[in-house]
């Protein structure tokens, strides 16, 4: 099992940035995935990016360029640094750790809001 902590989220104007971090209560670099994921109020949780566990990353076509996602294996956190936000931005941002075949794990979400 694993344990997923986000921190980071917050209001921000359009155009501003945030970095979102996720501790993990136990090391990452043998986790598969790491990813973000959210969820907008109505709508279904989306992938926004995810690193895996040799370092190569995945973005969705709509964060693409302006959010990167990165690890630290040595403090067992992921971060998502969010650049150029706009208002449809705004959701409950998720960690996810894939640890298929043992299991997914979340965390409990951050709340992130952009303001037009």
């Known amino acids: 099992q694993v344990q997923l902590v986000e921190s980071g989220g917050g209001l921000v104007q359009a155009g501003g940035s945030l970095t979102l971090s996720c501790a993990a209560s136990?090391?990452?670099?043998?986790?598969?995935?790491m990813g973000w994921y959210r969820q907008a109020p109505g709508k279904q949780r989306e992938l926004v990016a995810q690193?895996?566990?040799?370092?190569?990353?995945e973005y969705a076509d709509s964060v693409q360029g302006r959010f990167t996602i990165s690890r630290d294996n040595a403090k067992n956190t992921v971060y998502l640094q969010m650049n150029s936000l706009k208002p449809e931005d705004t959701a409950v941002y998720y960690c996810?750790?894939?640890?298929?075949?043992?299991?997914?794990?979340w965390g409990q979400g951050t709340q992130v809001t952009v303001s037009s």
């Open positions: 136990r090391t990452i670099s043998s986790i598969n995935t």
């Open positions: 996810q750790a894939n640890t298929v075949p043992f299991g997914i794990y």
């Open positions: 690193i895996f566990n040799r370092g190569s990353t």
